[in-house]
């Protein structure tokens, strides 16, 4: 599982409050993502780390905002949080030079 | 953004019988890959099959690449109820640097005993 873990595991929250998602590693790895999962639409990237301090969007990132200031924490933040971003969401690391990635177990989260 | 589609989108199959999936992407790529997700589960890393490869196995798994197609499949043969699942193929554009892998909608394999 490559030492990936994701906190919380599951998350209900309402409309409008701001909603933080923790995702740790142990190997030390740069790159680390955020992917949100939703029926109908495969997994779709939100943003990216490729270091400390260093992130980019991905396809999906409006409405979040991340944060990387440690090499094994990659934080992502829905400011206010909306019904639309009701979904399964997966971080990801990885390793080595050829782009295999490797997956937390995934957060789910509601907003009613 | 560049994307690999996985055809078809769903695919039942009997125990012991191969089940094929194939994934289509839209300009060169360095490498393809193939993940696997068990329902409520992250995604797991299969194989990955360079640009100069035309075949790969691992195991009861076989990946071919067409890069003149611009098209991969993957072949599981003898499937078993644990390979029910959903597979998705994934690409990474340009393929160099800080490119992330975008992955398509996936394949539903439902494997009955």
Redesign the interface.
């Known amino acids: 599982d490559a030492g990936i873990t994701q906190s919380p595991r599951h998350k209900v929250t309402e409309t409008g409050t701001p909603v933080t998602l923790r995702c740790h590693q142990t190997e030390n790895h740069r790159?680390m993502?955020w992917?949100r999962q939703d029926p109908?639409?495969?997994?779709r990237?939100i943003h990216?780390s490729?270091g400390v301090k260093d992130t980019?969007k991905?396809?999906v990132s409006d409405g979040y905002s991340v944060s990387r200031s440690k090499t094994e924490d990659f934080l992502l933040t829905l400011e206010s949080a909306t019904s639309s971003q009701t979904s399964v969401y997966?971080c990801?690391i990885?390793r080595g030079p050829?782009?295999?990635?490797?997956?937390?177990?995934?957060t789910r989260l509601t907003v009613t | 953004?560049q994307q690999g589609e996985e055809d078809p989108q769903a695919l039942s199959i009997q125990e012991g019988e191969n089940a094929t999936m194939n994934c289509s992407y839209k300009t060169s790529i360095?490498?393809l890959?193939w993940?696997r997700q068990n329902s409520?589960?992250?995604?797991?890393?299969l194989i990955?099959i360079r640009s100069n490869e035309r075949e790969k196995h691992s195991g009861r798994l076989r990946v071919t690449l067409d890069t003149s197609k611009k098209s991969s499949s993957l072949l599981i043969t003898a499937s078993r109820a644990a390979d029910t699942a959903s597979y998705?193929c994934?690409t990474?554009f340009p393929?160099s640097g800080?490119?992330?892998?975008?992955?398509?909608?996936?394949t539903r394999l439902s494997v009955i005993a």
């Open positions: 790159y993502y992917y109908g639409h495969g997994l990237l990216y490729y980019d991905g396809e997966f990801a990885r050829t782009y295999e990635q490797y997956f937390g177990p995934g | 953004s360095n490498n890959q993940y409520g589960r992250g995604l797991v890393h990955l998705f994934a990474a393929p800080n490119t992330p892998l975008v992955f398509g909608k996936g």
